[in-house]
């Protein structure tokens, strides 16, 4: 069923920012994933617009990623369904919060699929029979809403970081990038490229990070996934600093043309990290 296949998308992305950082992610889905969207139709009548769910609890399947509560602050309860962080999701997306670490483009993408559904039907209740939470409605002006939202919000880029690495988690490679001014940044080893294991002797020292930068709606950034990282050199100091996505206007006969993408440090300084230092790179400009 589409309806369920929506759901089961946009709640699942909806977690997995909550638990790994971002939404939507490269190689197999994790069974944990998987199984929180594992719903059970416990009732549906031909020609009836309700169907009655089961979703299992968050706190029997995904219990281990939740307790990383000092990297990822806002966890689901262990009582709540994937329905609850869909609603705060769509909720947090509604209302603008830019800020918001519960929807990136992958989870707004997700719910623009709504739309589809609405070819038949005026709008979509989720509601408990009890009455209590989650219960939100979605509507074709909610899903015109997020769509504009998502063309706002900036696509993940490679960008290079640098900072003290701090709260390493061997296990999972998740790891806490502090930066001048009391900023933080949030990131994973990439297993194709990394170990989380090399880690263990950077730990406490300011290293280099590169990989790509996944942004919120306002631009700043929530998380990178390194692909590199290294001690850092005093030449680097330079990258010590929260990355921010930049919008770019180029004039052009006589028009402003506003580009949607940022800024890729990468493209200004070539192919770093190489065998190549900071300075040969800035001289070669």
């Given at each position: ?5 929506n759901l ?9 920012l909550?638990?790994?950082g971002a939404?939507v992610k490269r190689?197999?889905?994790?069974l944990?994933l998987?199984t929180?969207t ?26 281990q990623?939740?307790?990383q ?18 609603q705060k999701s769509l ?7 830019l800020?918001?670490?519960?929807f ?9 699929h709504?739309?589809?559904?609405f ?13 209590k ?8 002006a ?14 993940p ?12 988690t ?9 930066l ?10 990439h ?6 294991e090399?880690?263990?002797d950077?730990w406490?020292k300011?290293?280099?990070?590169k990989g ?9 950034a ?6 590199i990282?290294k001690?850092m ?5 330079i ?15 006589g028009?402003t043309?506003?580009?949607?993408a940022?800024v ?18 800035l001289?070669?400009l």
């Amino acid at each position: 069923m589409e309806l369920l296949n929506n759901l089961q998308q946009a709640g699942q992305r909806g977690l997995r920012l909550l638990l790994d950082g971002a939404s939507v992610k490269r190689g197999t889905v994790p069974l944990w994933l998987e199984t929180s969207t594992d719903f059970l139709i416990t009732g549906f009548s031909k020609g009836s617009t309700v169907i009655e769910v089961e979703a299992p609890a968050l706190g029997d399947i995904v219990e281990q990623e939740m307790m990383q509560t000092d990297f990822w602050r806002e966890m689901p309860g262990p009582d709540d369904s994937i329905f609850s962080v869909l609603q705060k999701s769509l909720l947090d997306a509604e209302s603008e919060n830019l800020d918001s670490d519960r929807f990136d483009r992958g989870v707004l993408d997700s719910f623009s699929h709504f739309g589809r559904f609405f070819r038949q039907a005026d709008s979509l209740e989720i509601t408990r029979k009890d009455g209590k939470d989650p219960a939100f409605t979605i509507t074709p002006a909610s899903v015109e809403h997020i769509e504009k939202l998502r063309s706002k919000t900036p696509e993940p880029q490679t960008m290079v970081i640098s900072g003290k690495l701090e709260q390493i988690t061997y296990k999972t490679g998740r790891f806490l990038l502090d930066l001048p001014g009391g900023t933080q940044l949030r990131g994973r080893v990439h297993p194709e490229f990394l170990d989380a294991e090399d880690l263990r002797d950077l730990w406490g020292k300011k290293v280099s990070v590169k990989g790509p930068v996944h942004f919120k709606p306002s631009g700043t950034a929530r998380f990178v996934d390194a692909e590199i990282l290294k001690l850092m050199e005093p030449s680097e100091e330079i990258f010590e600093r929260l990355p921010v996505a930049i919008q770019m206007e180029v004039p052009f006969a006589g028009l402003t043309y506003t580009s949607k993408a940022t800024v890729d440090v990468s493209e200004i300084w070539g192919q770093w990290p190489g065998d190549e230092s900071i300075e040969e790179l800035l001289a070669d400009l």
